[in-house]
């Protein structure tokens, strides 16, 4: 026989107990911890970053998932992405933007938003060698990210000796490019007093 809980001056039949107490206005995850149902189950861990077409380099220094115009990563309950930005490779990560929507294009689709995340809707871990960001979705909500990712700037290259930068000096010779009058005898001075 179904139920009947008449509370606020209507009856309500065959409600579960999560139902019964939301309309008698407890509160659900106060009462009951268990209402909810398999929509919080995750679906694990995938990595991100080494296969073809997953992700690139947008400057030298700045790495994204995914085009802002594009379709974004499923982040389901509880998943845990291992985000790998190639090409940032030996370097610290300077930031992490994640941005999370409830669309899978939100750019493409009218009305659609996203927002920053935060919370335990997108927890960040990066590894010690910063090779790997850990992101995680600790909530049952399922949504869709997309991660930016800065680097330290590679530092300065310093040019090579024969690239031409700077007079080329045949020591052997004793014979310089032009760019200068030092000989054999004055190089040999310049290394003593080193």
Same mark, same amino acid.
């Given at each position: 026989?179904?139920?009947?809980? $008449?509370?606020?001056?209507?009856?309500? $039949? /065959?409600?579960?107990?999560?139902?019964?107490?939301?309309?008698?206005?407890? =509160?659900? #995850?106060?009462?009951?911890?268990?209402?909810? !149902? $398999?929509?919080? %189950?995750?679906?694990?861990?995938?990595?991100?970053?080494? /296969?073809?077409?997953? !992700?690139?380099?947008?400057?030298?220094?700045?790495?994204?998932?995914?085009?802002?115009? *594009?379709?974004?990563?499923?982040?389901?309950?509880?998943?845990?992405?291992?985000?790998? &930005?190639?090409?940032?490779?030996? $370097?610290?990560?300077?930031?992490?933007?994640?941005?999370?929507?409830?669309?899978? +294009? &939100?750019? #493409?689709?009218? !009305?659609?938003?996203? @927002?920053?995340?935060?919370?335990?809707?997108?927890?960040?871990q990066?590894?010690?060698?910063?090779? @790997?960001?850990?992101?995680? +979705?600790?909530t049952? *909500? =399922?949504?869709?990210?997309?991660?930016?990712i800065?680097?330290?700037?590679?530092?300065?290259?310093?040019?090579? #000796?024969?690239?031409?930068?700077g =007079?080329?000096? +045949?020591? %052997?010779?004793?014979?310089?490019?032009?760019?200068?009058?030092?000989?054999?005898?004055?190089?040999d001075?310049?290394? *003593?007093?080193?």
């Open positions: 026989m179904p139920s009947v809980v $008449r509370t606020k001056k209507f009856a309500v $039949r /065959g409600l579960s107990a999560c139902a019964w107490l939301a309309v008698a206005g407890i =509160p659900i #995850a106060l009462a009951v911890p268990g209402c909810q !149902g $398999r929509e919080c %189950e995750s679906d694990g861990y995938k990595d991100y970053g080494y /296969g073809p077409g997953e !992700g690139h380099l947008v400057t030298a220094d700045i790495w994204e998932s995914t085009p802002n115009y *594009a379709n974004w990563l499923a982040f389901g309950p509880y998943h845990l992405w291992g985000i790998h &930005p190639v090409g940032l490779e030996g $370097r610290d990560i300077l930031r992490v933007d994640v941005y999370y929507s409830a669309d899978q +294009n &939100p750019n #493409a689709t009218p !009305g659609s938003n996203y @927002t920053i995340g935060a919370g335990n809707g997108a927890i960040e990066i590894s010690p060698d910063s090779r @790997t960001v850990l992101l995680s +979705n600790a049952c *909500a =399922p949504n869709y990210v997309r991660i930016v800065q680097a330290d700037p590679l530092p300065p290259t310093v040019p090579a #000796a024969d690239s031409g930068v =007079p080329a000096i +045949n020591v %052997e010779a004793g014979v310089d490019s032009g760019a200068t009058d030092l000989d054999a005898a004055d190089l001075a310049a290394d *003593a007093s080193d």
